[in-house]
């Protein structure tokens, strides 16, 4: 069943940007090459765990940096945390990249690699094992990590599913 999530204001939040990776395009024509490039960026409020990311194009690399934190801003969806780390193992996918999110003890710090890495400290995880399997393209990584962040359930809604309270578990 698809879930309807209310779409998030950016200007609500206290957003952070940062660009995962950029790359030049080239694009052959009757004259010659054409360079443009492409920003994959992430951008996220730590305090509020919230999230996105987005990818823009443009002729110079501030222009495409910009267009993809405007797709950013567009895209932001709340995580479920507990405290400082993530509430449960969970593996997202997408294509061929899988990406592995594990809770983990305070002053662990985030174990994760490029692409996860700027995910998880932009929505403001302090604590988290990662690791990242299959693909390395930091397009296909980020989705799959968002894939995961969406798996994520909070304690209240496992125990409304089990129609348990949040004690007994």
Same mark, same amino acid.
């Given at each position: ?31 010659? *090459? +054409? /360079?443009?490039?492409?920003? %994959?960026?992430?951008?996220?409020? $730590? ?6 990311? !987005? #990818? @823009? ?16 801003? *567009? +895209? /932001?969806?709340?995580?479920? %945390?507990?405290?400082?780390?993530? $509430? ?6 997408? !294509? #061929? @990249? ?72």
């Amino acid at each position: 069943m698809p879930r309807v999530t209310k779409k998030l204001d950016a200007g609500s939040f206290q957003l952070k940007d940062q660009v995962v990776s950029i790359n030049r395009v080239t694009k052959v024509v009757k004259g010659g *090459k +054409n /360079l443009s490039f492409a920003a %994959l960026v992430v951008v996220g409020d $730590p305090s509020a765990a919230v999230v996105g990311y !987005g #990818s @823009g194009k443009a002729k110079e690399v501030p222009q495409a940096i910009r267009k993809g934190i405007e797709s950013a801003k *567009k +895209n /932001l969806m709340r995580i479920n %945390l507990t405290q400082t780390t993530v $509430p449960h193992t969970v593996l997202g996918r997408f !294509g #061929s @990249g899988m990406v592995l999110l594990k809770p983990a003890p305070e002053g662990t710090g985030v174990i994760a690699g490029g692409a996860v890495r700027a995910v998880m400290t932009s929505a403001g995880v302090q604590n988290v094992l990662t690791k990242s399997i299959g693909t390395t393209n930091p397009h296909n990584v980020i989705k799959a990590t968002f894939d995961a962040l969406k798996k994520l359930k909070s304690r209240e809604a496992v125990a409304a599913l089990r129609g348990k309270t949040v004690e007994e578990l």
